[in-house]
């Protein structure tokens, strides 16, 4: 086929590549060392570049050719005399450990600089184009925090917003909410954008020693959205998960009986809202969008009923069958919370608060608190991506990858939220990646534009390839297949050309 014209630009993507060091492997997909990828578009051509990223965790166990380094899913055990990491191991004095800088989940972007993240507090900048590994950034330098999310959201005047969490800072847990501004003025044009970083809010964790575990979190014109969900990390048993020989994964668990707390913090005032809502126990990696209606938010994210998901990408489960032998126990399900921040104060007990035509309720409690119930929009998709242009705002498509009871994509999908239509692609033997949607110059509509995603493919006969489908009717445009092994990634951007500065610049 043929790439539309108007694509200029680089795909760049991020995610576990080398997961055997030397005799040593590590346990679990998410833990392998971080590989870049970019695919180039120009002159209707693509070139393919991918390079590892030369952090820390990279070299020390490169130099040493074993896994010396712990990740989330596997304890290593390093020679403290040769290891720039042993100084974690004064970890008597330390509640939390120092955590791993393979930065393998995302890519952001902050001013003109891009980065590499993971969720510990390290993020590597990067050049996109030759994908050279350039400097270490420690968010704790700038806030208290000692793991962020790797997706963060971006205003319209160009600042970066996220979250970490600041585990017993002052006696104190908290969840952090913080900005990174787009560029430094005039005259300290030497100085990083970090230094000029804002905490926006904080919010009190309900447990000083048990903070909830978080991915993503979901933000409209005026709030930002924060789940507080029982699939929570054990401070006491991370802080001695390297004496008692076990993974920082084991110190993850789910409280099921546990209820999901949300926060709204309006951003003018930086103040939380005050009445509490609340839902079932649920886990949560990725919130799709969220926007405001007539008092309303309403914010859809993907949710399961158990951690089935993160067990499944152990490595001794990532055999040949992996596909016909792994079922997730809990379904990704599409679940659309409609929540009442402006309500009639003297409602009854009992009643349901949403004014909105949907199914979904928020019922006021004897105490003030309001139970929230979701509307079910779909099931079954994962690592879902809009049209950025609409983050925040009334949407109506989420481009996502179709799981049923397997862990791993084999469709692409496009879901239409308001009227809950889907598409679909799918091929024989094909893994798709997260699909990102590209809008075209002149779009007047939404999904105005084309849909990217990379195919790993588990026939040994068969090329991975790059895909690129009409976002509009979802058919194929064309395919770019590389002679290389593609490696299953997580997640990335797409960089248009006029935001990639070249080598001279």
């Known amino acids: 086929g043929q790439l539309p014209t108007w694509l200029k630009g680089m795909l760049l993507r991020n995610g576990p590549g080398m997961h055997t060091i030397g005799d040593t492997k590590y346990n679990h997909w998410f833990d392998g060392l971080a590989l870049l990828h970019a695919f180039t578009f120009k002159n209707g051509e693509v070139y393919y570049r991918s390079k590892y990223l030369r952090s820390d965790t990279y070299k020390c166990n ?30 008597m004095s330390h509640t939390i450990p120092e955590f791993t800088d393979n930065c393998l989940i995302n890519i952001m972007k902050t001013g003109d600089d ?167 126990a649920l886990v949560l990696f990725h919130h799709i969008n969220a926007y405001e209606e007539d008092g309303h938010i309403i914010f859809d994210i993907i949710a399961y009923t158990d951690s089935s998901l993160y067990d499944m990408f152990y490595l001794k489960k990532l055999s040949t069958d992996f596909e016909e032998n792994n079922k997730l126990t809990s379904i990704p399900t599409c679940k659309r919370f409609v929540v009442p921040l402006q309500y009639d104060k003297d409602a009854k007990v009992g009643s349901n608060l949403v004014r909105l035509p949907s199914t979904a309720t928020a019922i006021k409690e004897k105490d003030g608190s309001i139970y929230c119930q979701p509307e079910i929009l779909c099931e079954g998709i994962e690592l879902p991506r809009i049209n950025y242009d609409y983050n925040g705002k009334k949407y109506k498509y989420v481009f996502a990858a179709e799981v049923q009871w397997k862990p791993v994509p084999t469709k692409i999908a496009k879901f239409n939220v308001q009227t809950k239509e889907m598409l679909h692609w799918e091929e024989d033997h094909c893994w798709p990646s997260e699909p990102v949607f590209i809008p075209s110059p002149d779009a007047r509509e939404e999904d105005d534009g084309i849909v990217l995603t990379c195919i790993v493919t588990s026939d040994p006969k068969k090329a991975p390839f790059l895909l690129v489908l009409d976002a509009k009717t979802f058919q194929e445009l064309c395919r770019a297949t590389v002679d290389v092994d593609l490696h299953l990634d997580l997640h990335g951007m797409f960089i248009p050309e006029k935001d990639v500065k070249t080598e001279t610049e």
């Open 62 to 91: 490169i130099e040493a050719n074993r896994i010396v380094v712990s990740e989330f899913g596997t304890m290593a055990y390093p020679d403290p005399c040769k290891n720039i990491f042993a100084k974690a191991f004064s970890y």
């Open 114 to 280: 891009f980065y590499a993240t993971g969720e510990t507090n390290f993020i590597w900048k990067i050049n996109p184009q030759t994908l050279e590994t350039l400097e270490k950034i420690d968010y704790s330098k700038y806030i208290a925090v000692n793991v962020a999310t790797s997706h963060p959201h971006y205003d319209s005047a160009g600042n970066v917003l996220n979250m970490g969490t600041s585990i017993v800072d002052k006696g104190k847990t908290k969840y952090m909410l913080f900005k990174i501004p787009p560029s430094v003025p005039e005259n300290e044009r030497k100085k990083s954008c970090f230094k000029h970083l804002e905490v926006v809010c904080s919010i009190p964790s309900r447990s000083l020693l048990n903070p909830s575990y978080y991915h993503s979190f979901g933000i409209t014109e005026n709030y930002i959205i924060f789940i507080e969900q029982p699939l929570k990390l054990d401070i006491v048993k991370m802080a001695t998960a390297y004496i008692r020989g076990v993974s920082w994964a084991s110190c993850l668990a789910y409280h099921k009986e546990e209820k999901t707390w949300f926060h709204f913090v309006d951003k003018k005032t930086k103040k939380e809202v005050s009445t509490k809502f609340y839902t079932d």
